[in-house]
């Protein structure tokens, strides 16, 4: 039987590098042999603050990022989560069945509510179940995500298996997260400690994939860095995390590994790696950039692949959420 895949993203801002090099660039071949669903998450963009003409304009520009980096809307499903009332249904049903212990762990909230917790939304804080909702309504094999989600999708699978056994019945599929090895995490091009995020306040802290050429080499040029110059091997690049991040990008837009970009610039100061990372950024970035404006002209193309995959969803998402609330002691709908 065909595997299934869900995946998504938050319209929270133009997509980055992170996003592209963790997740998209994953799907485009997933889904070649996959069934996919490709979610624009705007109910989990709302835990922050964001205007709504902003929301909107974000959302679309996600929906053409997807079609941008590959996927093809016919052969896989896009949509929007507001478009599925089911997400927030079970999202709902899901809160009431995990413990505040499994939520108090997540370090996603931790980094995200920072020291002002007290002033964080209930919905920063339940993130993770509605993501688990997410997953688990359409009975997932898998969720193509970057490393930052590996804690939350160990969540989903521990709901799942946990409401599972107290129903004594496989209401939900315990999905596997698919966390590609190179470039798992980009981090901050302003530090490399952190992770590379379209919401940081600070636009060279990160590569767009809506930058221009111009923008690309000056942020690149810009990027943080020791004195020192690379190395011969990955040991070499230990403790130095702006160095490693970007030899990182560099094995992931150009397919080779890490060991191999550094035996290439073993010696060489960060002026001759740089511009090097620089052209290859604006060979891969600028033309989903273009892309992306192209398909933006077209808003009711796009309009239309949401209406399809948020047809496809409702389909299945309305068939589970029908087999948990019937288990769970809800009346039939009259
Ligand atoms: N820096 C990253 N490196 C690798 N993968 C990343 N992802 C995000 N940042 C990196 C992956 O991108 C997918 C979509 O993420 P999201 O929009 O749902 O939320 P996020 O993980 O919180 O991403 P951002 O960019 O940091 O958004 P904001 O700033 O709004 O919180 C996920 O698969 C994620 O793993």
């Known amino acids: 039987m065909t595997k299934r895949i869900l995946s998504g993203v938050q319209p929270s801002g133009a997509l980055t590098l992170g996003n592209y090099l963790g997740a998209l660039k994953n799907w485009q071949s997933l889904q070649?042999?996959?069934?996919?669903?490709?979610?624009?998450?705007n109910l989990h963009a709302i835990t922050v603050p964001v205007e709504p003409d902003?929301?909107?304009k974000q959302t679309l520009e996600i929906a053409a990022t997807y079609l941008a980096c590959g996927i093809d809307p016919v052969q896989s499903h896009i949509f929007v989560q507001s478009h599925v009332p089911a997400h927030a249904e079970l999202g709902w049903v899901l809160g009431c069945k995990t413990p505040m212990g499994w939520l108090n762990r997540m370090t996603q909230f931790k980094?995200?509510?920072?020291?002002?917790?007290e002033k964080a939304s209930l919905?920063?804080?339940?993130y993770p179940t509605l993501q688990a909702a997410d997953i688990l309504l359409y009975q997932?094999?898998?969720v193509p995500v970057g490393d930052d989600q590996k804690q939350h999708i160990e969540l989903t699978r521990d709901i799942a298996m946990s409401v599972n056994s107290a129903y004594g019945k496989d209401l939900f599929t315990v999905p596997e997260p698919m966390i590609e090895k190179t470039a798992a995490r980009i981090m901050?091009?302003?530090?490399?400690?952190?992770?590379?995020?379209?919401?940081?306040p600070s636009d060279f802290s990160r590569l767009n994939l809506t930058d221009?050429?111009?923008e690309i080499r000056l942020k690149i040029k810009k990027a943080k860095t020791d004195s020192g110059p690379l190395p011969e091997t990955l040991e070499g690049l230990k403790d130095r995390p702006e160095a490693k991040n970007l030899v990182a990008i560099f094995a992931s837009l150009s397919k080779q590994s890490e060991e191999d970009v550094c035996r290439q610039y073993a010696g060489a100061p960060f002026s001759v790696f740089k511009p090097d990372l620089a052209d290859l950024a604006v060979e891969v970035l600028a033309p989903t950039g273009e892309s992306i404006k192209k398909y933006l002209k077209e808003t009711s193309e796009l309009e239309r692949h949401l209406k399809r995959g948020a047809d496809y969803a409702n389909e299945i998402a309305e068939k589970t959420l029908k087999d948990v609330f019937e288990t769970i002691g809800f009346l039939p709908r009259l």
Do not use: Q
């Open 140 to 142: 997932a094999d898998g």
């Open 54 to 56: 902003a929301l909107r």
């Open 111 to 117: 980094d995200k509510a920072g020291k002002h917790k």
């Open 32 to 41: 070649e042999n996959h069934d996919c669903l490709f979610c624009i998450v």
């Open 212 to 214: 221009s050429a111009d």
């Open 188 to 200: 901050s091009l302003r530090d490399g400690t952190k992770k590379m995020s379209k919401s940081d």
């Open 123 to 126: 919905g920063l804080y339940g």
